[in-house]
Each structure stands twice: as C-alpha cells, then as structure tokens.
C-alpha cells in the first residue's frame, strides 16, 4: 500500500461527499475534583456513567461565573490548568496529573490537534460559542465515537449549539466584552433555517488586551510594585457551519474554522530580569466534515473526515543568538478519517467497531529539521451491556504508528493493544451507584519530544500509563425546597511508566522521562440548589481533590518519593449563586496548595499554595423578541498575589463587564 497516497484518497472522499466554599491551611489546600467524564452542571446522566461525570452547559455559566473554558476547567476537582497569566497566555490542562497530552480536545465530536507539541491551547476557543462540553477521564458510556477518541486517558469534548426554529427562521446575537488590563472581545453570532431540514451559522469574535498587570516583585526581603511588560495580544477567530438532515435517518454536518493570533510572550519573572522579546504568531485553519446514519436493522454509521493546517511563527531576540535574533518557523499539516460501525441486536447488549487513520506531517526552517511525518492506524472493538441496574462497558484499542524522517535516522514503529473495562451497579433506590473502571493507555512523543533539540530530549521512551478508579454517585430529591441534590466520590490509582514531564517555558518546554510515577488521589463532587420561594433559588456546589503523584524511578536519586512537578497534594473550590427577580449574584473560591516548579521538592523549588475569590452580578432580560443580559465580574477581589508556572505572576484584583443581545425575526 502506498501511504502517500491513501490519506489524499480517503480525505477527498469525504470532501466530495460534502459539496462549599473550603476552609483550608496554609500547605493544605482543597482542589478541584478531576473525574472521569465531566459535564459542569447538575445532570442526572453523571450519576449513571460507570465512570465519574461532571458537566457544563453555557446556560450554568453565569452561576460558576465563568466566561472562558479555561475558567469553568479550573473550577474542576483534579484539573491542573497551565496558565502563563492575563488574556494572551497559554492555557492547556492535564487531568489527574498525567499531563496535557493524555486529554484529547474534540470540537463538534472531531479531535483537535497538534501533531508539534501535543497540546491544545484551550484560549483559541470561545466559551460564548459552546453550547455544553464535558471531560471524561477513561471510558464513557458512549461508545459510538472515532476510534481516536479512545485513544486518550481523558478527553474534553466541546460542542456548539443547535438551534431550534418555531416560528422563527433566524438568529442573530452580538456580545461586547471589556475589562481591566486593555480587554476589548467583540463577537457575533447568526444561525438561518435555509430549508425544512437544514440550517447554516456563522460566528466570529475579536480580541485584545495589552496584559499590562501590576504584581509583586519579591527579592529577598525587598517587595516592589511592577507591572507586566511585552504582554500585548490580538486575535480572531471565524468559523461556519452547515447542518442538514438527509431523509428520515441521516445527518451531515461540516464546519470550516480559522484562527489567528499575535501575542507578545511576557517571559518569566527572574529576579529584575523583566525585559522580553518574545513574540509568537499562530495560524490554523481546519474544515472537517460527519455523516451519522441509522438503519431499522440496528446498525449506525458514523464517518468523519478533517483536514488541518497551522503554522507557528516564533521571533526572540538577545546576545545568545548568533545575529542576535531567531526566527523560527513551523509548519503542519494532517489529512484525517474515520468510520466506526454500532450494532444493537437486542436490547441489552451493543457492539460498535471503529477505524481511523491520520497522516501528520512537520517541517521548519531549523537547519536540525527532519521533516517528520507519522501514519496513525486506530481500530477499536467495543461491547456494552446496560440495564436499569448494571451498565459494563469493554474496549480494545490497537494502536499502530509509523514513523517517516527524510533526514537521519528514522525512529522505531510502534504498536500497542490498549485494554480498558467499566461497570457501575444499582444496588437499591434511590438512584446509588457504586463504579469501577480501568484502561490501559499509550502515547507516543510528540514531534517536538522527539525531533527538536531546543525543546526536548531526543531518546523519549512513549508513556504508558494504566489507570484503575473505583467510586459511588448518589443523587436524590429530597423535598420541594431542595432539589437534585448530587454527590460522586472516587478514589484512583494512575501506574505511568516512562513518565515525559514537561518543565514549563512559554514556547520551548523541556522534556524529561521520569521513569516511574505513583498517583493515587480522591475526588469529591457535590452540588444541590434550594427553591427558597418562587422566583428565589440558591445553587451551591463544592469540589476536592487529594492527589499523591510521587517519583518512583530510582532511590539512589534526591527526589525519589517526591510529588512529580506543577502537580498540588491538595485543591479544590466551590460556588454560590443566588437568583432572584432583582439581581442575581454568584460567589467563587478557588484554592491549590503548594506544588514543585522541579523534581526535588526543596523550598527554591516551591510555588506557594493560593486561594482566589471572585464574584458576579448577572441579569437576564426579555423584551418581546429581543433578549439582553447584562454580566459584571470582580475577580480575585482580595487581590491575591500567585503563580500557577514559576516566575509567571498570575494578575491581581480585576473586572470584567458584558454585555449580549440576541433577537429572533
């Protein structure tokens, strides 16, 4: 078979087809609950998953008082998020500490991704443009997915709304963002009925801000007062989408995205070192397409197919280059499809296959370039048996990777059947279940890991990390006042050999295998809201999160037994909200004790525990066909000095106003 030719026929294929708040000490501190499928609202689905599930709608927003994706992940129990500070910094997660590579990013069910670093910088996506997204952390009850989805120890699935037509045939919203620190997000929106069965939308947003924040610069027992320099940041994003249903049976759904960014990279904070030159361009341009059909015999098809393109532009100067600049460029490119088969011969049981392929290549003007290129072969063989009682879920994943340099030598192809297993059981009413789960999972390096000497070591082993999680959901309603009351607790244990462990810098990361890491943690979820009387509700929710993830590798080193960097003993956080006919008023905390910048855990090494607190004030109104609502946010309003990365101070005490309009013809 001829690989160079296979992704450009299947890719054209597809084209053508289209035409409690918490009380903590100082080194103990609670954390947000990481769980195995998240949806960030009160749903009667997370207590029925035989993994843990946490969900978010945009329509819960307002009461976590949330307005960017990377806000509503950090308010989740077990979600460490990498933030660099202010509206332009990068901002990716890893859950359950086994890094940001292991959770899959999906938009509209099609995985994002970046073939360079293996990260998703989550600040390219509008949380105004979603509907509702979840985080799954094994297998979820869905098994009819692309087989890359499993592919993941965890995967955060985003998805953007579909409208519903009455009498109206369009939509048309605008949203105007400002704030502190030169904040300035305009965005629009506008969906159309074009027929009895199809609709098509297109949105776009614009931001700016010039990250100019003060914080505090500490030097011994000096403290002075300074502010962020090089930290400007505009970008815009534009996408389109076509929606139809074909028949009585079938759906197509195709979306074209683009996003451009040029930030200024502010650098770390190293003694009175503050003077950066930075700069970072990003460009990336996606068009993917989904077929779903369903047959009265009871089998469905689900094919998707994407092709995407990005390029980084990375400008530095100083004396340490040698013309006294850089200026680096990478290109990437991936043609992508899937199919997968389900199968429901009776009604207990289903069966689902899946098989996709990617093709990913990179290439850079480094004189060290290899031009790497990578063919991904995925099947995954699924079974599920679900009663009102019991629901086990079975998968096996194989995995295939084939590796192509045009220069040097080439690295080993791998292959690797991945496991994973799942059951949650009903003993008694009310709604209790008691879960267990456990998969085993492998990922390769990235191109960045493997190829390029400034950001990695070459000889990276790939991961392989086994995951085992057991625990109990209970959901009730105990009365009129109190409504949907909900609690999930989960204990883990996370095995990862051959750990990679990224050591923080804005651009170029260093890499490193740990060898052998231990986690082993507790989640705690719990969220009820109170009918006080009519019109007047109370909504409370709290998260905690103990986790233990330890070097294990060699005894003979100084940080053997120490917590692995960036990664809190303990977090967590809660939220208030309180609607009325009047105002209505959201409280927040977010707290993370004290994590490792390196792996020895020694006090040069340390970054201080924090507790942030911030408020909203929203209104929602409605006057004949138009809709408002009005938000103000005060965040961090004790003007709490942290960092979440070493020598990358977080911003103080801010605002946040919005204002949104939606009418309807």
């Not at 390029?311 to 899937?338: L, M």
Request: overall charge positive.
């Amino acid at each position: 078979m001829n690989f160079k030719l296979l992704p450009h026929f299947l890719f054209s294929t597809f084209a053508l087809s289209t035409s409690a708040v918490a009380q903590l000490a100082q080194d103990s501190l609670l954390t947000g609950d990481e769980m195995e499928e998240v949806i960030i609202t009160g749903n009667k689905g997370a207590t029925l998953t035989a993994t843990p599930v946490l969900f978010i709608s945009t329509k819960e927003k307002d009461r976590l008082g949330v307005s960017e994706i990377s806000e509503a992940l950090k308010r989740t129990a077990g979600v460490e998020l990498k933030d660099y500070g202010g509206v332009g910094g990068l901002k990716t997660i890893s859950v359950r500490s086994l890094g940001s590579q292991h959770t899959a990013v999906t938009y509209d069910g099609v995985a994002l991704t970046d073939c360079q670093n293996g990260q998703i910088d989550l600040s390219r996506y509008s949380l105004d443009n979603l509907d509702k997204m979840t985080l799954t952390i094994g297998e979820g009850n869905d098994i009819f997915r692309p087989a890359r989805h499993f592919a993941s120890a965890s995967i955060l699935d985003l998805y953007t709304p579909t409208p519903t037509y009455d009498s109206t045939s369009y939509h048309l919203s605008a949203r105007i963002k400002a704030g502190s620190f030169g904040l300035a997000n305009p965005s629009f929106a506008i969906d159309k009925k074009t027929s009895e069965n199809s609709w098509c939308s297109i949105s776009g947003d614009y931001l700016r801000s010039d990250g100019r924040y003060p914080y505090t610069l500490t030097n011994g027992e000096n403290r002075t007062r300074e502010k962020r320099s090089n930290s400007e940041m505009e970008s815009f994003r534009c996408e389109a989408n076509f929606n139809s249903k074909i028949g009585k049976r079938s759906f197509l759904k195709t979306k074209i995205f683009c996003y451009d960014s040029d930030r200024k990279l502010p650098g770390s904070i190293i003694l009175y070192n503050t003077n950066n030159k930075e700069q970072l361009r990003d460009k990336n341009c996606f068009s993917q397409i989904q077929f779903r059909t369903y047959w009265n015999s009871g089998f469905s098809l689900l094919a998707n197919g994407k092709f995407n393109w990005a390029a980084t532009f990375y400008h530095d100067e100083g004396k340490k280059y040698p013309d006294g600049e850089i200026n680096d460029r990478y290109f990437q490119r991936e043609y992508y499809a899937s199919a997968a088969l389900l199968f429901q011969p009776t009604r207990p049981w289903t069966f689902a296959i899946a098989s996709d392929y990617a093709l990913n290549g990179l290439n850079s003007n480094l004189s060290n370039c290899v031009y790497p290129k990578r063919h991904t072969l995925l099947n995954v063989l699924s079974a599920q048996y679900s009663t009102r009682k019991v629901t086990a879920t079975a998968t096996g994943l194989y995995s295939v990777y084939l590796n192509e340099t045009k220069i040097g030598e080439t690295p080993h192809n791998k292959k690797r059947l991945s496991p994973a297993l799942s059951i949650s059981y009903k003993p008694f009413k009310p709604e209790f279940r008691i879960r267990a789960s456990y998969k085993d999972i492998f990922r390769m390096p990235t191109f960045n890991e493997l190829y390029f000497d400034r950001s990695a070591i070459k000889r990276l082993n790939p991961e392989r990390a086994r995951q085992i999680n057991i625990g109990s959901t209970y959901q009730c309603t105990p009365s009129r006042t109190i409504s949907n009351f909900q609690i999930t607790l989960d204990g883990y244990h996370n095995d990862v050999k051959d750990k990679i462990v990224a050591i923080p810098r804005m651009f170029t990361w260093s890499m490193i295998n740990m060898g052998e890491v231990d986690i082993n943690g507790i989640d705690i979820q719990a969220s009820a809201s109170f009918s006080v009387k009519r019109g007047y509700l109370i909504f409370l929710s709290g998260n905690y999160a103990l986790q233990k993830a330890i070097d294990q590798t060699d005894k003979s080193t100084r940080y053997y037994g120490d917590q692995i960097p960036y990664t809190p003993r303990h977090a967590g956080g809660g939220s208030a909200a309180f609607e009325n006919p009047y105002i209505n008023i959201s409280y927040q905390i977010n707290a993370v004790g004290k994590r490792y910048c390196l792996p020895e855990n020694k006090r040069d090494n340390r970054i201080d525990a924090y507790i942030e607190h911030s408020l909203s004030l929203y209104r929602n109104m409605k006057l004949k066909n138009v809709e408002f609502s009005v938000r103000g946010d005060l965040i961090n309003f004790t003007d709490c000095q942290y960092e979440v990365i070493k020598y990358y101070p977080m911003p103080g005490r801010s605002y946040r106003i919005s204002l949104y309009v939606k009418s309807r013809d």
